[in-house]
């Protein structure tokens, strides 16, 4: 069983940056299949970024370029800095854990492949 805690959630303008944090307790991290992913109210929820045990990375071409994941197996626990924030950025933003059985082709972003998932931080940016 793993338990996830996001942070590091806020209001923020246009342009601004944020860093979430998400803090795993049961399990080692460096296993996993981990990723950020978020829902805007009336929106289905999307994949944002991923990172695998490998430490392959995926990202919604609507972040890439602006958005970082990393992680921290030391400190079990999973960042998402978000730089030149928008406002269509604003969601509740949700760490995911899944177990990585994915072949090296696969996508990372599929929200089936994640077992465990945190209660989110709600992150607003504004124009």
């Known amino acids: 069983q793993v338990r996830l805690v996001e942070s590091g959630g806020g209001s923020v303008q246009a342009g601004g940056s944020l860093r979430l944090s998400c803090v795993a307790s049961g399990q080692g991290l460096s296993s996993f299949l981990m990723g950020w992913f978020r829902q805007a109210p009336g929106k289905e929820r999307e994949g944002v970024a991923a990172?695998?045990?490998?430490?392959?990375?995926d990202y919604a071409p609507s972040v890439k370029g602006r958005f970082t994941i990393s992680r921290d197996n030391a400190k079990n626990t999973l960042y998402l800095q978000m730089d030149s924030l928008r406002p269509e950025d604003t969601a509740k933003y949700y760490c995911?854990?899944?177990?990585?059985?994915?072949?090296?082709?696969?996508?990372?972003?599929?929200?089936?492949?994640?077992?465990?998932w945190g209660q989110g931080t709600q992150v607003t940016v504004s124009s």
């Open positions: 990172l695998d045990s490998d430490s392959v990375v």
């Open positions: 995911a854990a899944g177990y990585d059985n994915l072949g090296p082709s696969d996508p990372l972003l599929r929200e089936y492949e994640y077992n465990y």
